[in-house]
């Protein structure tokens, strides 16, 4: 069973920097692309970051240098470093992978930058 685990979100201050964590289980992690997207409040979900199976990364404009993704396959875990946030960084961030089943989705970790 495909199963994402999204943690480290929080309340951080404008300029302040959080790292999120997906854990994922019941696949082999190691094949697949892994992405961060998020939602605001009333607002579409969107892609934030991604990462292929070896390693090669892409980012939204709006988190360019600011953000950046990572892999530990023998961990079976994504990271995202989040530096220089700011308070329309605020959401509720997802991973998901995607495979010939479907795409499959945790259930999300709040992030909130306000002062």
């Known amino acids: 069973q495909v199963q994402l685990a999204e943690s480290g979100g929080g309340l951080v201050q404008p300029g302040g920097s959080l790292r999120l964590s997906c854990a994922a289980s019941g696949f082999t992690f190691s094949s697949y692309a892994i992405t961060w997207a998020r939602q605001a409040p009333g607002k579409q979900r969107e892609l934030v970051a991604s990462i292929s199976r070896l390693g090669i990364t892409t980012y939204a404009d709006s988190v360019k240098g600011r953000f950046t993704i990572s892999r530990d396959n023998a961990k079976k875990t994504v990271y995202l470093q989040m530096n220089g946030l700011r308070p329309e960084d605020t959401a509720v961030y997802y991973c998901?992978?995607?495979?010939?089943?479907?795409?499959?989705w945790g259930q999300g970790t709040q992030v909130t930058v306000s002062s």
């Open positions: 998901n992978v995607g495979m010939m089943s479907g795409v499959y």
